[in-house]
């Protein structure tokens, strides 16, 4: 699989946990392509932490407008029924439990819900963002990752060795080769891609993963 | 009542070497531009700057720091700026990175009279180092203190001369915050109304927050990442 087709499945696998009427924000990179999958007659409000909700697709050429930006700095456009807040109502309505559901990257997972995915000790100083504020309070957290780094090491860890952005915050990761979700017991594999075996995975996951009594394909695969 | 001052220049003459500023916006969307080239013409030095970015290498803050003006930042997002990556490294400038939640909630609490709070963001982190924890109901929260400044540099859009603001889709952000934090403001705005030209239900920064209010204009309004769609 090319890692454009990864991404593609990773975002369309998430897309089909949004429900009508659910608000969701969606993390800088893959989170972002999410939004080109949701279904047909839905209805999702996505939130940006810049002070919006109600973000629309990019907008046509040359009607871009430097006032309308999301968190990741991209022109976007507005729907009807969008509304603009100021930053601090922005994480009040993250931190306070509104926001449905949020989908965020990860660099490395622990089998305990440690998330580490804002700093790489020697490489670019960036800062954590929003990512912070938003993985501690999410109402469900939806980890959109490739199962291991490009050079196939494994990214589902016992523990996390990178800086953390949060402490056991994550409930679901999503990979090209599952759906997974964590639990008080450990790491459980719900879903499989249809080309790999539940011995596969683990061979690329460091976190001893349970296989679910009623492991499913993953749609998509 | 006119809190209207006739220069960018003018209205930010008065701020001293040393000084701690809130500057508005998110990235480059919602900087006060006008006020910003006022501050960098005008050479002062050892300022510690409050903004949830530090600019581009070219552009908004990211100019100050090419100067050497910036002794202090206090930031959530720096990835677009080299210099900002050059000079924190070899120790010329301090660093404070936040969540930006937090940063937006200390700033809010500083001009609110809430001296401190407790949030569940960076707990168990490097962010966490050195601060109080405390459990409510069953979870670890932190805690973070307000944040103050000697003066904030804000962009409105619509502004009046008792210092009433509007703004304009995203490039609210941190403006309104940032507003009630200092001990002097500074609105830019990009028209200026007589009084009763604003509707006073539209008014997000009430006139109570804001000292001085400058007409701007040439905006320039970069865009850091323009992104289309096909028709």
Same mark, same amino acid.
């Given at each position: 699989m090319t890692e454009q087709e990864k991404r593609i499945r990773i975002a369309r696998r998430i897309a089909l946990e949004l429900r009508d009427g659910h608000f969701v924000n969606l993390g800088i990179g893959?989170?972002?392509?999410?939004?080109?999958?949701?279904?047909?007659?839905?209805?999702v409000v996505l939130q940006s932490e810049i002070g919006m909700l109600?973000?629309?697709?990019?907008?046509?050429?040359?009607?871009?407008?430097?006032?309308?930006?999301?968190?990741?700095k991209e022109t976007v456009s507005e729907l009807p029924g969008t509304s603009y807040?100021?930053?601090?109502?922005?994480?009040?309505?993250?931190?306070?439990?509104?926001?449905?559901?949020s989908v965020i990257g990860g660099m490395e997972v622990a089998e305990n819900g440690d998330l580490a995915n804002w700093i790489i000790p020697g490489k670019m100083i960036k800062g954590m963002g929003g990512a912070m504020d938003l993985v501690a309070t999410a109402r469900q957290l939806y980890i959109a990752m490739e199962h291991t780094t490009r050079d196939g090491?494994?990214?589902?860890?016992?523990?996390?060795?990178?800086p953390l952005t949060g402490v056991g915050v994550v409930d679901f990761i999503v990979t090209e080769m599952g759906f997974f979700r964590v639990t008080p017991q450990g790491i459980v594999m719900e879903e499989i891609a249809r080309e790999v075996t539940p011995e596969?995975?683990?061979?690329?996951?460091?976190?001893?993963?349970?296989?679910a009594p009623q492991l499913r394909p993953m749609p998509g695969t | 009542m006119d809190k209207t001052v006739a220069s960018a220049a003018a209205a930010v003459a008065d701020i001293p070497d040393g000084a701690t500023l809130m500057i508005g916006g998110f990235g480059l969307c919602g900087n006060p531009e006008n006020l910003l080239a006022a501050l960098h013409r005008l050479g002062r030095r050892d300022l510690t700057i409050i903004s949830n970015n530090a600019g581009t290498d070219a552009e908004g803050i990211g100019v100050m720091l090419a100067a050497g003006q910036i002794k202090k930042m206090i930031s959530s997002y720096v990835g677009e700026n080299s210099?900002?990556?050059?000079?924190?490294?070899?120790?010329?400038?301090?660093t404070e990175l936040l969540p930006q939640g937090t940063l937006a909630e200390r700033i809010r609490a500083g001009g609110a009279g809430i001296p401190a709070f407790f949030t569940p963001a960076g707990v168990g982190t490097v962010v966490a180092e050195g601060k109080?924890?405390?459990?409510?109901?069953? $979870?670890?929260?932190?805690?973070?203190?307000?944040?103050?400044?000697?003066?904030?540099?804000?962009?409105?859009?619509?502004?009046d001369r008792w210092g009433n603001l509007t703004y304009r889709k995203t490039a609210r952000n941190f403006n309104p915050v940032?507003?009630?934090?200092?001990?002097?403001?500074?609105?830019?705005?990009?028209?200026?109304?007589?009084?009763?030209?604003?509707?006073?239900?539209?008014?997000?920064?009430?006139?109570?927050?804001?000292?001085?209010?400058?007409?701007?204009?040439?905006?320039?309004?970069?865009?850091?990442?323009?992104?289309? $769609?096909?028709?």
């Open positions: 893959l989170p972002t392509l999410v939004a080109n999958f949701v279904p047909a007659g839905m209805e109600g973000v629309g697709p990019y907008p046509l050429e040359g009607e871009e407008d430097a006032d309308l930006i999301n968190a990741g807040f100021s930053s601090a109502e922005s994480f009040a309505m993250i931190r306070g439990g509104h926001i449905e559901m090491k494994p990214k589902i860890l016992h523990r996390c060795r990178l596969q995975v683990q061979a690329a996951t460091e976190a001893k993963l349970i296989v | 210099i900002f990556e050059a000079r924190a490294r070899s120790g010329e400038l301090d109080e924890t405390r459990e409510f109901d069953g $979870r670890t929260y932190l805690m973070e203190r307000w944040l103050k400044a000697d003066f904030a540099l804000i962009k409105g859009f619509r502004g940032m507003a009630a934090a200092a001990r002097v403001t500074i609105a830019e705005v990009e028209e200026l109304l007589p009084p009763g030209g604003l509707d006073p239900e539209a008014i997000i920064t009430p006139a109570v927050y804001v000292h001085r209010i400058v007409l701007g204009g040439g905006y320039r309004k970069p865009i850091e990442r323009r992104t289309v $769609r096909k028709g």
